[in-house]
Structure formats: C-alpha cells, structure tokens
C-alpha cells in the first residue's frame, strides 16, 4: 500500500471511504497528480517516485493552519 496526501482548498469535496480517481501531470523534472474532479492536488514527485495506480480510497482528511490534506491510499 502507498499513502500521498493531495492539498484541498475547501471541505466537504470527498469523504473519508470515497473512491476517487486520480490523473498525472508531467513536468520538465517530475509529476504531478490531480484528485478528479480538480478537488485536490499533490506536491511534485520525482520520476522514481512516479505513480502508477489512477484511483485510491480516501483514507483520512487532516484539517491544518495551511489548510485541507486528504490521504489517499493506493495499490501498490
């Protein structure tokens, strides 16, 4: 199993227990991955640590001074 978090601007988009489906953005130098539909967004990964899976269970969302985080948990 592998765990991102992905940075939401607003609550209430998913919840925990969702299935959601995930796209790839690429860089000049690394990737990039998108909650659909544009609920959240990762930080940059480098290419070793590229994503293969495209949905994840939302397992946990952090509420923080910088704002939301959701947790989702991959196969992989």
Known sequence: MRQMDFKMEREGLVQVGDQVKITEGVLPSSWYYVVEP????????????????????????????????????FDE
Not at 39 to 57: H, Q
């Open 38 to 73: 544009a609920v959240a967004m990762s930080a940059n990964y480098p290419f070793r640590e590229r994503l293969r899976s495209r949905e994840g269970i939302v397992r946990e969302i952090k509420r923080t001074p910088q704002g939301f985080y959701v947790v989702v948990e």
